[in-house]
């Protein structure tokens, strides 16, 4: 049976890749993680980083005895399997990223750290405050979005995924993108797409960036399509 490697995005975890896991299992082996910090667990001292959450890809990886596994990753998560796949050759297979941005700079960092700010979120939106404080854990969840901060900034001053380094892709990769997203432009997708040999791109229309908003079904059957043929 073909396994798969599920990735949540920044300040998320696994229960929101739930819907797509059940509807996968019936085919595949799906595995999930969530990556360190998130999901409840324990905080590490040192900074969030794309580093930090592709050593998480690597050690399931190698703990699970996974080497070729297939990965959809989704915002944060495809960027930290693709580094993974850069970093460690054979590692990994093919890889479906969903909403994955690729553009960083200072500025731009700066503007999503914009909407990392805990007070304001519990002042405007606290239902989604609430869905963190469940998510990771009441004393825990500011902390998750400083540390993610921390690393948007990081990205900011020093771009992982510049065009020289998506160049030297060797696995298949498909980059997915919702028409709606406004958060990831499509014009950074088809960026990433043209630079690395042999990938694939797909424009989902009436998709916006967030994973709840994002038709499950579809990205099940985009899934198996990408990861069968």
Not at 19 to 24: H, M, R, Y
Not at 126 to 137: D, I, Q, T, V, Y
Request: aromatic share 8%; net charge negative.
């Amino acid at each position: 049976m073909k396994k798969i490697l599920l990735l949540h995005g920044a300040i998320g975890a696994v229960d929101q890749l739930n819907t797509i896991k059940n509807e996968l299992s019936g085919k595949y082996e799906v595995h999930t993680l969530n990556f360190s910090g998130h999901g409840g667990g324990k905080i590490p001292e040192e900074p969030f980083s794309i580093e930090m959450f592709s050593g998480d890809i690597i050690d399931y990886i190698d703990k699970n005895h996974l080497e070729g596994i297939d990965i959809f990753g989704y915002s944060m998560g495809g960027y930290a399997a693709l580094y993974a796949v850069l970093m460690n050759p054979g590692k990994i297979g093919r890889i479906f990223t969903l909403a994955t941005k690729f553009d960083w700079s200072i500025e731009i960092a700066e503007r999503e750290v914009k909407m990392l700010d805990a007070e304001k979120i519990k002042q405007k939106v606290p239902k989604f405050a609430e869905e963190l404080s469940m998510r990771h854990g009441a004393d825990k969840w500011i902390i998750v979005l400083e540390k993610t901060a921390e690393m948007m900034r990081a990205l900011g001053r020093n771009k992982l995924l510049t065009a020289e380094a998506l160049s030297n892709m060797k696995n298949e990769v498909l980059v997915g993108i919702g028409d709606s997203d406004k958060v990831v432009s499509i014009e950074e997708s088809i960026a990433a797409f043209r630079v690395m040999p042999g990938s694939k791109l797909l424009v989902m229309p009436g998709t916006p960036h967030p994973i709840e908003k994002v038709d499950a079904g579809r990205i099940v059957s985009e899934a198996e399509y990408f990861f069968e043929r």
